[in-house]
């Protein structure tokens, strides 16, 4: 049972240059979700997916854009790469209702932005 | 507007000593709160859930509506609780998970 899979683990990007990480999960979970993780700033949430057709700006959702593709696939994407985006993104999926809700993480991508 | 504060970036405790990890939030509604760990080179996970009210690895955590709290606490700290701990909000309407800055654990032999 794969979980959540994200793709790249690692990537280094020009400013400027664009790109789109994927993730897919295998739960057949209704909810989606991007964070990023920062020294000092924790999780914060980027865009979710609360199901198949919806997407919904979270905290910091300046310089990105989301496709929930399928209920399996929710990715996110850099259109012109900023150094300030240099950080650690976590895609995670939930069912999405309830109060024993769970969220499952990816094992993150690292990105750098030069 | 909705968040969830943990004021301390680094806790730092001997073995064997008590753990007392601090959130706090804010949020109109009804809160769902949880608490998630990420231990070295490995995934973010689900520690506990203050619905549950269960004790996992000998932690718990008590909502606190009238403080707007839900710390996490552990009577002896053991070396393998080292790690990242999160607390999280769940806006239940909105199936929209929000985290704190975290805590990052300290055991000390």
């Known amino acids: 049972n794969a979980g959540v899979t994200q793709t790249p683990k690692f990537q280094v990007l020009k400013t400027g240059q664009s790109m789109t990480l994927q993730c897919a999960q295998d739960?057949?979970?209704?909810?989606m979700y991007w964070y990023r993780q920062d020294p000092g700033m924790g999780l914060r949430l980027i865009y979710y997916?609360?199901?198949?057709?919806?997407?919904d700006k979270g905290e910091v959702p300046n310089g990105y854009n989301v496709s929930r593709l399928n209920k399996r696939e929710f990715s996110l994407r850099l259109e012109s790469a900023a150094p300030s985006q240099t950080s650690v993104y976590f895609c995670?999926?939930?069912?999405?209702?309830?109060?024993?809700?769970?969220?499952?993480f990816g094992q993150g991508t690292r990105l750098t932005v030069v | 507007a909705q968040r969830v504060t943990q004021p301390e970036k680094l806790l730092s405790v001997f073995k064997g000593a008590p753990v007392e990890l601090k959130c706090n939030y804010s949020?109109?509604?009804?809160?769902?709160l949880f608490w998630y760990v990420q231990y070295s080179r490995q995934r973010l996970q689900l520690l506990l859930r203050?619905?549950s009210r269960e004790s996992i690895k000998g932690f718990t955590a008590d909502l606190n509506k009238g403080e707007t709290s839900f710390h996490l606490k552990k009577p002896f700290a053991q070396e393998e609780d080292s790690a990242m701990y999160y607390c999280?909000?769940?806006?239940?309407?909105?199936?929209?998970?929000?985290f704190g800055s975290g805590t990052r654990l300290s055991i000390r032999p």
């Open positions: 203050h619905i």
């Open positions: 995670a999926s939930s069912e999405g209702q309830g109060s024993n809700t769970e969220a499952f």
């Open positions: 997916s609360a199901s198949e057709g919806t997407t």
């Open positions: 949020y109109s509604g009804s809160p769902e």
């Open positions: 999280a909000l769940l806006y239940s309407s909105a199936s929209k998970i929000i």
């Open positions: 739960m057949n979970h209704n909810s």
